[in-house]
């Protein structure tokens, strides 16, 4: 946030030097680009540890845990349904979920809409 408050002091700095001064108007118009460079590398930098490198670690999680789904597991899909794995189908990228004990209600499932695995201390809701 700060590098955002110095980026527009600066702009500011070089827009009321320009108006002013006509007679150098060739000289500097170059170093201000350049001097400005070290500021986009750094809020460059602040985004990528901010935003993007914690989405790809997520990603990656997200990626190990839907590979490592079993027979068994009581699962989340991304629509809200909880549910028992009951097979998984790699060659399809399928899985197959019970949802419901009593009448053997069972889904098919896309791998990638499976949000999380529910551990059995958090069981899903009756």
Do not use: C
Request: proline share 3%; glycine share 12%.
């Amino acid at each position: 946030m700060g590098g955002l408050v110095t980026l527009s002091l600066l702009l500011q700095d070089g827009v009321g030097e320009g108006a002013g001064d006509q007679s150098g108007a060739g000289t500097g118009a170059g170093g201000g680009i350049l001097s400005l460079l070290p500021l986009f590398v750094i809020l460059w930098f602040i985004v990528y540890v901010m935003m993007i490198r914690p989405q790809r670690k997520q990603q990656n999680q997200h990626q190990q845990m839907l590979s490592s789904l079993k027979k068994n597991d009581l699962v989340r899909t991304s629509g809200g349904i909880y549910g028992k794995v009951v097979s998984v189908e790699p060659d399809r990228d399928l899985v197959v979920l019970k949802v419901d004990e009593s009448n053997n209600v069972r889904l098919k499932v896309a791998r990638s809409a499976i949000a999380d695995v529910i551990d059995e201390k958090e069981k899903a809701p009756a």
